[in-house]
């Protein structure tokens, strides 16, 4: 089956730098994404990894070590509206599946 | 584009009643899902289509559920007859293999589903 595991909670104050992990156990896949959600909000796409290493996009960065099933989601310069849950995602091969992890919940605190 | 469209955002229901959520993707996309999500178990894929036709519906809970998609612009999900444990909030989502990077979901507002 396929599983991707994040930590349930996270905290940290403005302007620091959080780190998100997402282990995964899955079958071959496309890529990594990351995906945040406000409380009572939709998921949104933040990032994508297609190939190992980083890929950054403003205040946010992703990495992915495909022989380590491992990537993370970096945010730095935390601002209060940050505060949101965190969602990694694949795709994997088999009939273009999506899998979505728990989520980690990101508190900011001032 | 207008993105995901669905309907109605509240949805509040005795328990036995039917419920009808609907969805419209956006324009050019060729793939259609449709999520639940609860505290408890988090976001759950139910089904998805591609090019109007359901490829996965293993997620789907029980015979209760059935999702139609009869042409490219529109989706539903019914349930019937329904029941209290179905309180959740059920998300559309669209997304196309043809935009790089291919991956991403463009996710409605949601609807608010609380069986009474």
């Known amino acids: 089956g396929q599983s991707l595991e994040q930590p349930s909670e996270v905290t940290a104050v403005e302007g620091a730098i959080v780190q998100i992990n997402c282990t995964y156990q899955?079958?071959?896949?496309?890529?990594l994404s990351w995906y945040q959600q406000h409380d009572g909000g939709a998921p949104t796409f933040l990032s994508y990894n297609g190939l190992d290493g980083l890929e950054e996009t403003g205040r946010f960065s992703s990495f992915l070590s495909r022989s380590d099933s491992y990537g993370y989601l970096l945010l730095q310069e935390l601002q209060m509206k940050d505060s949101a849950s965190y969602f990694c995602?694949?795709?994997?091969?088999?009939?273009?599946?999506?899998?979505f992890g728990s989520g980690t919940k990101l508190n900011v605190k001032p | 584009d207008a993105g995901v469209i669905q309907s109605p955002r509240h949805e509040v229901t005795e328990m036995g009643q039917e419920v009808t959520l609907r969805c419209k993707p956006i324009s050019g996309h060729d793939y259609l899902f449709w999520y639940r999500q609860t505290m408890m178990r988090g976001l759950e894929l139910l089904i998805y289509?591609?090019?109007?036709?359901?490829?996965?519906d293993s997620g789907m809970p029980e015979d209760r559920f059935s999702a139609k998609m009869p042409n490219a612009s529109f989706s539903t999900l019914k349930i019937q007859p329904s029941e209290p444990r179905d309180s959740a909030v059920y998300f559309c989502?669209?997304?196309?293999?043809?935009?790089?990077?291919?991956?991403?979901?463009?996710f409605g507002a949601g609807t608010r589903l609380s069986v009474l």
């Open positions: 899955t079958s071959g896949f496309y890529g």
């Open positions: 995602a694949v795709r994997v091969y088999n009939f273009n599946k999506f899998y």
């Open positions: 289509f591609n090019n109007n036709v359901p490829i996965d």
């Open positions: 989502a669209s997304s196309t293999r043809d935009a790089p990077p291919g991956d991403i979901q463009y």
